[in-house]
């Protein structure tokens, strides 16, 4: 019945076209015209091939179309709930906004989630409850092999290339990591002058295409590593072996957004896709993994040096963990990125089903790291969806040092989860290599906004540890942390996971770790 009021539609408009062009009253051609355009248009759609929704339905059949293009706008803003929207829920965007904005961040009544689902966690309070700290701690990154530590904050911003990101969206973020002491990561798109202009605190990220510091046929240019590590911004050096949302392939900017300054950034061709390639060229084992982060970390001249991966096989991580004991030096830092964590542009199958989660993945890096008794000289930064104090105090308690936050910091600087990263058609002017776009996103602005989020999320994570009873992060134990596991039973993660005590997989590995230490082979990787 729809199909044959399309047509019979069509023949309506043809008969009011020819009615009206017959007229002689000029009030009519406006409307002509319009019947004309809509007759043509529905010709076109009984005939063309390339929609059979459109065969079956001309001229109707797209307004299916418009409201399919609308249909995460419609969800996001009128159906989903506060709690439940996805990737982040709009209480958690809010909370971004109002603590960027400067505002109250309190919200009235009580808590709309269900406590007593499964899967509920929440920390375990104390009766007697701490003073707050009136200065955020740091964290001493640097081993005993680093003559420059340097001091990170308990909450930083996350990769993001320049290229994934505007011109503004970097000078934003950096002039905001100056202004709040806090450290910037450059994602693997190479040393920009934006990251450089505000004099913020860098993470110079090194992926496996090499960017800024690459011959011309793409491979790791030691003397131009060299160089650019020496510069006074650049804090410590990250090897990026894997990301959470893509592990194992490598990243991709779409060629419309290589406009030619990003090309000179990264050297590489103007107007053409890249993909990076998903393994690097200058190591193909857990040795010469652990060999090249001590030639970086000689290169920079002491700096900290250490690698980014999203964990797969616990059994290849031992690997690694066997190849620094027996080279006898180490990464300083390690940063586990989750699998939940964002992404410019990566296959739907990957982001959905490759990768530890973030909770397994650092439990397991820093589980490894304690059982070889490597965990005091080397620090854990985690990354993947942490955007409030409870989840920089939960990553804690999993056994990170530090937390580093992407898309929360796009919030910041005024991202709306349009999701359109890929498409260079960004509507806030973040994630664009259109000017027009871009110029939207004032940077004095949002860099004061960025400060201000950074500064108040990690006051709330310093609130909630005193809550705890504790004096600082140093005192977080897994007990204190607890998860609702069916409707009748809580459990904490003291109890459900394991936790290694110092060299244990030394001396006697439990029974749950002995098959894959013994098999953990520090000069192949395999899973």
């Known amino acids: 019945m729809i199909r044959i009021a399309s047509i019979a539609f069509i023949g309506v408009l043809a008969v009011a076209f020819g009615s009206f062009a017959a007229t002689a009253s000029p009030w009519w051609w406006p409307a002509a015209v319009l019947c004309a355009a809509l007759a043509g248009l529905g010709t076109y759609d009984l005939l063309q091939k390339r929609h059979s929704v459109l065969r079956n339905y001309p001229v109707l059949g797209h307004v299916r179309f418009m409201l399919e293009s609308i249909r995460p706008e419609l969800q996001q803003y009128f159906i989903e709930r506060n709690y439940d929207g996805r990737p982040y829920d709009r209480d958690v965007r ?191 084992t857990p040795r010469e993994l652990i060999r090249f982060i001590a030639e970086m970390r000689e290169l920079s001249g002491g700096k900290p040096v250490g690698f980014k991966l999203c964990v797969g096989s616990r059994r290849e991580f031992l690997a690694v963990c066997k190849a620094m004991i027996e080279e006898g030096t180490a990464p300083d830092f390690i940063i586990i990125d989750g699998a939940e964590g964002g992404t410019g542009a990566a296959p739907l199958e990957f982001a959905d089903h490759l990768g530890s989660p973030l909770t397994e993945g650092l439990i397991t890096v820093h589980n490894a790291l304690v059982g070889a008794g490597l965990r005091d000289r080397i620090r854990i930064g985690a990354s993947g969806k942490v955007a409030t104090g409870a989840d920089i105090v939960k990553r804690m308690v999993q056994g990170a040092d530090f937390t580093n936050a992407a898309r929360a910091m796009m919030f910041a600087i005024g991202c709306i989860q349009a999701q359109s990263c890929h498409t260079n058609t960004c509507p806030a002017g973040v994630a664009t290599q259109d000017p027009r776009r871009a110029r939207a996103l004032h940077v004095d602005d949002k860099s004061v906004r960025v400060q201000r989020f950074q500064s108040a999320t990690v006051n709330s994570s310093l609130k909630i540890i005193a809550s705890l009873g504790v004096n600082g992060p140093a005192e977080l134990r897994p007990h204190m942390l607890r998860r609702r596991v069916d409707p009748v039973t809580v459990r904490s993660y003291a109890e459900l996971y394991e936790w290694l005590d110092p060299g244990q997989l030394l001396i006697e590995p439990p029974e749950s770790w002995a098959v894959d230490w013994k098999a953990a082979d520090p000069d192949r990787f395999a899973a």
Not at 99 to 106: S, T
Not at 111 to 128: D, K, P
Not at 163 to 168: E, H, P
Request: glycine content about 12%.
């Open 94 to 284: 809010s909370l971004v906004y109002q603590r960027a904005k400067g505002l109250e961040a309190e919200q009235p009544f009580g808590t709309e989630r269900n406590v007593y689902a499964e899967g509920y966690e929440y920390f375990e309070s104390s009766m007697r409850p701490r003073p707050v700290p009136a200065e955020q701690p740091r964290v001493r990154i640097g081993g005993p092999d680093c003559t420059k530590p340097y001091d990170m904050a308990l909450f930083n911003v996350s990769a993001m290339s320049f290229g994934s990101l505007s011109a503004n969206a970097i000078l934003a973020l950096n002039q905001g990591a100056a202004l709040g002491g806090f450290a910037h990561d450059t994602g693997e798109g190479g040393l920009s002058q934006y990251h450089l202009r505000h004099g913020g605190d860098l993470v110079w990220e090194i992926g496996t295409g090499y960017f800024g510091c690459r011959t011309e046929d793409g491979r790791f240019d030691r003397a131009r590593f060299a160089e650019k590590a020496a510069h006074d911004s650049v804090k410590c050096v990250s090897l990026k072996l894997s990301q959470g949302a893509k592990p194992g392939i490598g990243g991709v900017l779409p060629g419309e957004k290589v406009t030619a300054e990003i090309a000179r950034v990264r050297e590489v061709p103007e107007g053409r896709t890249i993909i990076s390639p998903p393994y690097h060229e200058v190591f193909s």
